[in-house]
Nanobody, 124 residues
Framework: QVQLVESGGGLVQAGGSLRLSCTAS????????MGWFRQAPGKERSFVAT????????YYADFVKGRFTISRDNAKNTVYLQMNSLKPEDTAVYYC?????????????????WGQGTQVTVSS
């Protein structure tokens, strides 16, 4: 089992930036895709971004394309989500999760380990 811990959330004004980190312990994730999801108040959790095991491929939800960037450092067992041009509608709890081996996925069922989440609040 792998344990995932997110950090980097907080309160930011619209137009600002945040960088989320997700560090893994226990079993490594170097062969797994990693993903970020978010859950806004009163809404279901939704896909944000995913990155392949080697960082070569990334995919984003339409609502974050051009603003968010996912990256990873397997040597540090860490995946990142750089969030720029934040909007109030980006307010949510952000979760990282471990995805499938050697392929990427955007559906939650393909992810088997989840962090506890980190709150991102964007004020207008």
């Amino acid at each position: 089992q792998v344990q995932l811990v997110e950090s980097g959330g907080g309160l930011v004004q619209a137009g600002g930036s945040l960088r989320l980190s997700c560090t893994a312990s226990g079993r490594t994730f170097s062969m797994n895709a990693m993903g970020w999801f978010r859950q806004a108040p009163g809404k279901e959790r939704s896909f944000v971004a995913t990155i392949s095991w080697n960082g070569a491929n990334t995919y984003y939800a339409d609502f974050v394309k051009g603003r968010f960037t996912i990256s990873r450092d397997n040597a540090k067992n860490t995946v990142y989500l750089q969030m720029n041009s934040l909007k109030p509608e980006d307010t949510a709890v952000y979760y990282c999760a471990r995805g499938p081996i050697l392929r990427t996925a955007a559906d939650e069922l393909s992810y088997d380990s989840w962090g506890q989440g980190t709150q991102v609040t964007v004020s207008s």
